[in-house]
């Protein structure tokens, strides 16, 4: 029985060398080396991609159109990450260095986080009478907010 300190940095399919912690040759002389193969178990919440680690965060779809601070978990601890407005689809910002630490000539990986939409489940009275207000203000704006619908209508309805 062993233990082994694993030092930080080291990724799937390395491999850890342990001098004279193997067996003798022969049964006699002197033992040789051990080598060990690391492999990590899956995170709940995290994914590895090389040096990066990969967390999905749900966020409210209005925090991706108008922007805003996010919580992000770290494993380092929580970390805010300044989201700037755009569009309601998934986006993706990186912290540096803060994914797997340097090791040998590798350098330190990202933290990339993917903020995933999320769209209100539950739909109160209050809540419709704020979209039908926020779409009646995107009417107001013209079709430049809207393109895509914008361009099916005028192909399907152009009547309108």
Not at 12 to 24: A, N
Not at 25 to 37: F, I, T, W, Y
Not at 72 to 101: C, F, H, N
Not at 126 to 151: F, H, N, S, T, V
């Amino acid at each position: 029985m062993l233990t082994v300190n694993v030092p930080p940095g080291v990724l799937p399919g390395d491999e850890l060398r342990l001098e004279g912690e193997g067996y003798p040759p022969d049964g006699k002389g002197r033992p040789g080396d051990l080598l060990l193969r690391i492999q990590l178990r899956p995170h709940s919440l995290y994914t590895l991609d090389g040096c990066d680690i990969v967390l999905e965060r749900p966020v409210s779809v209005f925090t991706l159109l108008g922007g805003g601070m996010v919580a992000v978990p770290s494993p380092a601890g929580p970390r805010y990450l300044e989201l700037r407005p755009g569009t309601g689809e998934m986006r993706e910002q990186s912290i540096t260095e803060a994914g797997i630490p340097a090791r040998g000539k590798r350098t330190a990986g990202k933290l990339r986080v993917r903020f995933v939409p999320v769209l209100p489940a539950a739909q109160t009275p209050a809540l419709a009478k704020l979209y039908r207000a926020l779409q009646a203000e995107i009417d107001r704006m013209g079709r430049d907010c809207l393109p895509e619908l914008a361009a099916w209508e005028k192909c399907w309805l152009p009547e309108l």
